[in-house]
């Protein structure tokens, strides 16, 4: 692995890259369509020595939804998203008005990994043992890039995974120690309506996926093993 610049290291990292996904432009932060730079930070730069990336999604619009889709970070003003999955990791980043955000999750720490596609955008969720991150694709991403990230994490994943400390606002809701998907329970009072949000309209389940929650039901229970939840108890 060349120790010169961020751009022969980005050469050599985009060369070496199992998928096409990940070009120079992106890792060195020299994109045309962004003379000031996708993010303040090249994501080449955060990689760790011998760290190879794999594949790329990025956005221009949204960044990372944490714990549910609505709870999605914004880039600032010409800034971007860009979304790296390494061997190690998913590294999400997010430019801001003066620094980046940035989002990791060890593939050590995933319990699944999935995608969904949308009229509008795509998004690539990872899910821990009490977190789930949504990672916003734009909508000419493929699905085939999709699902091969998210089979490229998964098999990653170990049998007993841990679960990420940092206090990031990733955390889902539970009853009695069991995650509930506020994408798969579209009820929960906090969730603003789905119309209200464009960007996700449309939003479809994979191919081979149970299909659970219809993003505009207008049914306001959350079911456990059948027998609907009253939150005003719990």
């Known amino acids: 692995m ?15 890259a199992p998928h096409a996904s990940v070009t120079v432009g992106v890792l ?3 994109e045309e369509a962004f003379p000031e730079g996708r993010l303040h930070q090249p994501p080449v730069t955060r990689l760790d020595g011998t760290e190879a990336p794999a594949y790329v999604l990025t956005n221009e619009k949204r960044g ?10 914004k880039p600032a003003g010409d800034r ?4 790296v999955v390494t061997d190690r990791r998913t590294l999400c980043l997010v430019g801001g008005d003066e620094e980046d955000s940035v989002v990791e999750v060890p593939h050590d720490s995933v319990v699944e990994a999935s995608y969904h596609t949308g009229l509008l955008a795509n998004r690539f969720v990872l899910r ?16 085939s890039l999709l699902a091969a990230a998210a089979e490229y994490v998964e098999d990653r994943t170990t049998e007993t995974p841990d679960e990420i400390e940092t206090d990031d606002g990733a955390n889902q809701l539970t009853y009695r120690g069991q995650p509930i998907s ?3 329970h579209p009820g929960v009072p906090d969730e603003p309506p789905a119309d209200s949000d464009p960007e996700t309209a449309g939003d479809s389940e994979p191919s081979g996926s149970d299909g659970e929650g219809d993003e ?6 959350i079911q456990y093993r059948g027998k609907p939840i009253d939150r005003s108890e719990n």
């Open 2 to 16: 060349s120790d010169g610049s961020p751009l022969d290291r980005a050469m050599t990292l985009a060369e070496m």
């Open 28 to 30: 060195a932060g020299r």
């Open 64 to 73: 990372v939804g944490l714990g549910t889709k609505r709870n999605t970070t």
């Open 80 to 83: 971007g998203t860009a979304v």
């Open 128 to 143: 821990t043992p009490r977190k789930q991150y949504h990672c916003w694709a734009k909508r000419s991403t493929s699905e």
């Open 182 to 184: 506020r994408e798969n």
């Open 216 to 221: 505009s039901g207008s049914d306001s229970r």
